[in-house]
């Protein structure tokens, strides 16, 4: 097992190298530059600007050195600068933006996992049922709507119409000026509406693939034994069917670890949360190379962990895939 | 990405593409600018769509960091309601006869936000700063005339000129930065990490910096020892609202004071009595004007005759209203309406299409072939039009063009191009036969760099190829001058020269409209937008919102 565990931390650095290599290339070739987002691009001495800009940022170099160059910092764990004038260390800038991603995104996980459960377990136990039939058309309505149509809705009858919440941002203006549960309550109302339309979406795709999961285990075998065996039904499905119903769920769940950290781009920036999303949007239309980079590969490098932990994490819970393992 | 003006009072020319700055013609208020009496206190708060990139504006070109800037900071000089130059560090100024020496006067009880004073040394630095190759600064052009600059005593400063510069005077309107914190830094071309650049900037300017949250909000607080008297509003929160639709909501739930509005939202999303009491709105030129433009080297549009004939055969009335429902006004001219350089005795081309048969005819251009076309030498009038993609204003301007030149039977092809492939594949090579697009202006009426003959290589912004005697002297001697009346005759005559001409032809200058929270006492509306006296602006007593000062 541990050897195993090994093995796959080995493959995934030359896995993660290929990956920063692609995406080095692949945001390079996009037109533009960001010497010549800053400097304009018309003039004479615009034109010297920006080779100097150039210089300064290295992008006078090939491609291949400069890939190189940001290579070998990234081994002493050093993203570089911003190419913005600030010229902030990326790492320090990414460490501003987490925290308030991390909790949006946490909290949303969270909620979605604790509907989208009992969702899916109940719709597959009731088939057909009116409740399943609901339950699916509200669930393709919230897969459907768009984002940001339903971010605008929610903010023009919550924040315009019966202006009980916040619209945007994460503190109203007089915040340092409130009691401390004041503060709390204006941060929770901040917060309530990104992650209600972040939920809203979400949800969807995980409560459908509970009911699918679960409905494959309720027609095994087993569960009609455990039914013949005289066990009650909450029993049969609530310990022997959910358990094994969730196993897909757990890669699934893996899978999503680095959307936590990548951040939902469209809530964070209709909402005006300065997460990780509206950085890395910012640093697009910028082409700020460093932190484009830098995102990229702290998003890449969880992915693999992620994919690593879900394999491990499987093969704890299911006997089956530890069995087969050692046969081989 | 492409709004972006030069300097902080303006360069030359905005690049094309129109920067939607504030200034213009005061010309309709439809807000009750009342008399109540001033008081200190409560807050602001701006909305911006752009992050701010630093907190030294000598090194960024950014609307978002500019604005930030000019609450900190200030320059020797600054613009007024007119747009016209006024102190603002300097007490005084005293050009030399030939314009070639420029003598400021400080004011000498300035302090900077530490408390350190301010010297004429300050602004040395600040001008060795601005020129040190090491320094990212867009601003170096405005300064590669200075053959040197002096301190003769603490509080006079000298500017030597190698040639005259007429943009002198506004060019040191350029945020003076203080020696005392940064002069290592620049030393080592290390400005970027001086801590003034993102968490402790000092100026001299009317607001300190409080506090700033990276991609949330900058906030300031009255400088109690500005030099001019404390502004009046005591705090200001200047937001980040990525989402444009996010502010305009932000607005109606009175979240945010100040925000612009587009024609739509002016028109007709705010026209309801909620809003009406909340909020004041203003509308005035903006900065930048729309143009058809034409390749000169064209045999055809060189014939000026064919340039007046489309100018007649254009109703601009009816594409204003149908471009920016009415509010922008025509344009006859390069020169912002309401300022000194704009002559007001030039008048606009009038809709007249049987007078823009007539000039086509006197052309040569007389039969029709059997498309309807005209002909001439055996070839039919059809020409193709171009202009960028995701300017919606543009593209309606193209249809009415294209259908108003139909009916004196030249045929258009209207083209849509990626703004980077228009520029590079054809604006800069100049293979283009007409095209629309826009001109920013600065606080300064030179557009030498626009008009002059000498300025149509392939990197220079003489895109049509203009060439005219009497417009290369006017541009030479308007540059050379440091005398405003003399400018005033040279642009005066250039302003009539343009519309005989009709090198292009004029559109329209578009409103900028911003709303204000109506709680908000002492705005001016001026060909400076409204923004040149926001430290009067006040909040009266008992209207004020935020305690927080």
Redesign the interface.
């Known amino acids: 097992m541990l050897a195993y565990a090994f093995r796959r931390l080995l493959l995934a650095v030359p896995l993660l190298i290929g990956i920063t290599f692609v995406s080095f290339v692949v945001i390079h070739l996009a037109p533009g530059d960001p010497a010549e987002m800053q400097t304009g691009d018309l003039s004479a001495e615009a034109k010297r600007a920006y080779e100097q800009l150039k210089t300064e940022f290295g992008l006078d170099k090939p491609l291949y050195v400069q890939y190189w160059n940001w290579l070998t910092r990234l081994i002493r764990l050093d993203l570089g600068r911003s190419f913005a004038p600030h010229g902030r260390p990326v790492l320090t800038m990414i460490g501003e933006r987490l925290p308030i991603t991390l909790l949006l995104n946490i909290v949303e996980m969270l909620i979605i996992v604790a509907l989208a459960v009992p969702i899916g377990v109940l719709s597959a136990t009731r088939q057909y049922s009116t409740f399943d039939k609901v339950t699916t058309i509200f669930v393709f309505v919230g897969f459907a709507t768009p984002d940001f149509w339903l971010a605008l809705l929610l903010m023009i009858l919550f924040g315009i119409q019966l202006g009980w919440l916040p619209i945007s941002g994460l503190r109203s203006m007089n915040w340092e000026y409130m009691s401390f549960w004041q503060q709390q309550w204006d941060f929770l109302s901040h917060l309530l509406l990104p992650i209600l339309v972040a939920t809203f979406g979400g949800l969807a795709g995980f409560s459908r693939y509970m009911r699918q999961s679960m409905l494959e285990v309720i027609r095994q075998d087993y569960i009609q034994s455990a039914r013949a065996k005289g066990l009650a039904e909450r029993v049969v499905v609530g310990k022997h069917a959910l358990r094994n119903a969730l196993l897909p769920i757990v890669t699934i769940l893996g899978l999503s670890l680095p959307g936590l950290i990548g951040g939902s781009v469209i809530v964070e920036w209709i909402f005006a949360i300065p997460g990780m999303g509206q950085l890395m949007v910012q640093a697009a239309f910028e082409r700020d190379y460093p932190v484009l980079m830098g995102n990229l590969v702290i998003v890449s490098a969880l992915t693999l962990c992620a994919n690593l932990a879900a394999d491990l994490a499987y093969s704890f819970v299911d006997p089956r895939i530890r069995v087969s393992r050692r046969r081989r | ?2 709004h ?1 003006s ?1 300097a902080r009072l303006g360069a030359a020319l905005a ?2 593409g129109l920067a939607a700055g504030c200034s213009g013609e005061a010309a309709v208020t439809d807000g009750k600018v009342g008399a109540n009496t001033p008081a200190y206190g409560d ?1 602001l ?1 701006e909305a911006s769509i752009g ?1 701010v ?4 504006p000598n ?3 950014d609307q978002a ?1 500019r604005e930030v800037g000019s609450f900190m900071y200030s320059g020797l000089v600054t613009v007024g309601r007119d747009l016209e130059i006024v102190p603002e560090l300097a007490k005084s100024w005293a050009f030399s006869k030939d314009c070639l020496t420029l003598d400021f006067k400080l004011h000498d009880s300035v302090r900077w936000h530490d408390g350190a004073p301010f010297t004429a040394n300050d602004v040395v630095f600040t001008w060795e700063t601005t020129v040190n ?1 090491k320094t ?1 600064s ?1 601003y ?2 405005d300064f ?1 005339d200075v053959e040197r600059v002096e301190a003769l005593d603490p509080y006079t400063v000298r500017v030597t000129y190698k040639r005259p510069y007429a943009k002198a005077l506004l060019s040191w309107g350029l945020s003076i930065l203080p020696r005392h914190l940064l002069e290592r830094f620049v030393k080592e071309g290390k400005l ?2 001086a801590p003034q ?2 968490s402790a900037p000092v100026g001299t300017g009317p607001y300190r910096f409080k506090e700033m ?5 900058v906030v300031v607080v009255a400088n109690q020892d500005y030099f001019k008297g404390r502004p009046n509003i005591s705090r200001i ?1 200047y ?5 444009q ?2 502010i305009f ?2 607005l ?2 009175r ?1 945010v004071d100040i925000a612009s509005l587009t024609a739509l939202q002016y028109k007709r999303q705010t026209e309801y009595p909620a809003f009406q009491k909340n909020y004041n709105k203003f509308r005035y030129p903006g900065t930048g004007y729309t143009y058809l433009g034409f390749n000169l080297k064209d045999p055809r549009f060189a014939d000026r005759r064919v340039r007046l004939a489309f100018a007649h055969a254009i109703n601009k009335k009816e594409l204003l209203d149908g471009v920016v429902l009415g509010l922008g006004r025509e344009a006859t001219g390069p020169f912002r309406p309401g300022t000194w350089a704009d002559n007001p005795n030039v008048k606009g081309i009038p809709y007249d299409p049987k007078k823009a048969v007539a000039l086509l005819a006197e052309a040569g251009w007389t039969t029709r072939n059997d498309q309807g076309l005209l002909v001439k030498d055996g070839r039919p009038f059809t020409f193709e039009l171009l202009t960028n993609q995701g300017n919606d204003e543009r593209k309606k301007i193209a249809e009415i063009v294209q259908a108003s030149l139909r009916d004196l039977g030249i045929g258009v092809e209207i083209r849509i191009l990626e703004w ?1 492939a228009l ?1 590079k594949e054809h604006v800069k090579k100049r293979s283009f036969d007409a095209m629309i697009l826009g001109w920013g202006t600065g606080a300064d009426p030179d557009q030498y ?1 626009v008009w002059h003959s000498s300025q149509t290589g392939p ?3 003489n895109h049509i190829s203009y060439k005219n005697r009497e417009v290369d002297a006017l541009l030479e001697a308007g540059r050379a001058s440091c005398v405003q009346a003399d400018r005033t005759r040279f642009y005066h005559r250039l302003h009539e020269v343009l519309a005989e001409d009709q090198p292009l032809v004029f559109l329209y200058w578009r409103d900028v409209m911003p709303a204000v929270s109506g709680r908000v006492f002492g705005i001016d509306p001026g060909p400076a937008g409204i923004r040149w006296n926001r430290d009067e602006w006040f909040v009266p007593k008992y209207l004020q919102r ?3 000062g």
């Open positions: 990405m492409k972006r030069l690049l094309v807050t708060i992050n990139s630093s907190l030294i090194i960024t070109s960091s190759p990212p867009p170096r052009s590669q970027k990490d650049n993102w949250k990276s991609g949330e909000k929160v937001r980040i609202i990525p989402s639709a996010t909501l932000e109606k739930a979240g980077a520029l760099v990197d220079e912004l935020y305690t927080a």
